[in-house]
């Protein structure tokens, strides 16, 4: 078996990959129509698109029977990334780079797979839009610009994600719009100098929310905490999920005293929303705050702090359990 080279850009291709937001953003709703129409329209048994991550291959969205996740040494897809053109192998078994690939070498194994690589719009190729049978088959030129048609849309759904500020689930500002706005909002702070301080949240436990209760029932815990954070602080206090189950406020005008009393009122409400809640789960977080240094702060170092402070009160919190 051969597995996937490195392409010579791969730093840059996952520095690309991991600001896109794609591995976080759960907006998996428009793939998941494209891979139906191609799974359907092609009559194959998976359709997929998929992100190749440093060793991993991870399914945005997989209509068909078979992992969300596989490792990038075994993946197709992870040599679909090495070329500008498609890939299509008719039949896995006649091809020395997978005929003893794990994923062909068995009675039921992929036989027939075409891929076609995904860029975002800074030319980084990220993955690809794939369609595999079990059976070997033809795939015709018509086939083939109708696969890519697929993929030019799911390239279009990239680039609108690379460009949004606002986090889908919550409604939060997300953590691209918060790189945005927090450097003007650090500038305006300074010129008129006032305090501004940074809340940085994480979520206790939130995996077991979801393997415990479900995918959606997370999804729910994160919309609660969002709406927990909007009904406790003003509507000058930028709200963010910065990414999973990581939220940030930014305090304008505050230092960090009042930081930490409006922390305090946050963790009275969520405690409340606990008690009166109708959901099985119930809502923990850890937090730390940072006020900004006008003199010699800059953004990366406030992020860190407050982000160590929060880590600190989380290591707390798990040997106090
Ligand atoms: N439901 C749901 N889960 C998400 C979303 N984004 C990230 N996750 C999940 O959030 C979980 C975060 O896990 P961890 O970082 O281990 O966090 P934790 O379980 O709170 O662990 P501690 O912070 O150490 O207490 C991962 O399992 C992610 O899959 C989302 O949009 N929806």
Not at 112 to 131: M, Q
Not at 201 to 216: A, E, T, Y
């Amino acid at each position: 078996m051969k597995t996937p080279a490195t392409p010579p850009n791969e730093a840059e291709r996952l520095l690309s990959l991991r600001q896109s937001g794609l591995l976080e953003f759960d907006n998996r709703q428009p793939y998941d129509r494209l891979t139906r129409l191609a799974k359907r329209l092609f009559n194959v048994s998976v359709a997929m698109v998929n992100l190749i991550d440093e060793r991993t291959q991870i399914a945005k969205s997989v209509d068909g029977a078979v992992p969300a996740v596989l490792p990038r040494s075994v993946s197709f897809c992870g040599h679909t990334i090495l070329q500008p053109e498609p890939l299509v192998v008719n039949d896995a078994r006649d091809d020395s780079r997978f005929v003893d690939n794990p994923l062909v070498a068995h009675e039921n194994g992929v036989r027939f797979y075409a891929g076609i690589p995904l860029r975002l719009p800074d030319g980084a190729v990220v993955g690809s839009f794939c369609v595999v049978d079990q059976t070997p088959r033809d795939f015709s030129a018509q086939d083939l610009a109708a696969l890519s048609d697929l993929a030019a849309l799911a390239e279009d759904e990239f680039a609108a994600s690379c460009a949004a500020t606002t986090d889908e689930l919550t409604g939060l500002i997300n953590r691209r719009g918060f790189n945005q706005f927090a450097a003007f909002a650090l500038s305006g702070a300074r010129r008129r100098a006032e305090p501004l301080t940074l809340a940085w949240m994480d979520l206790d436990r939130f995996k077991q929310i979801n393997d415990r209760f479900g995918h959606s029932e997370g999804d729910e815990a994160l919309k609660a905490m969002a709406n927990l954070l909007r009904s406790a602080f003003r509507e000058t206090d930028l709200l963010v999920r910065y990414g999973g189950d990581e939220f940030a406020v930014l305090f304008a005008d505050t230092d960090e005293q009042g930081a930490w009393i409006a922390m305090q009122y946050l963790t009275e409400q969520v405690a409340k929303f606990n008690q009166t809640g109708s959901h099985p789960w119930t809502l923990t977080f850890s937090w730390g705050i940072c006020e900004f240094d006008h003199h010699h702060g800059d953004l990366e170092q406030w992020l860190k702090e407050a982000d160590r402070k929060m880590f600190s009160m989380k290591q707390k919190n798990s040997a106090a359990r």
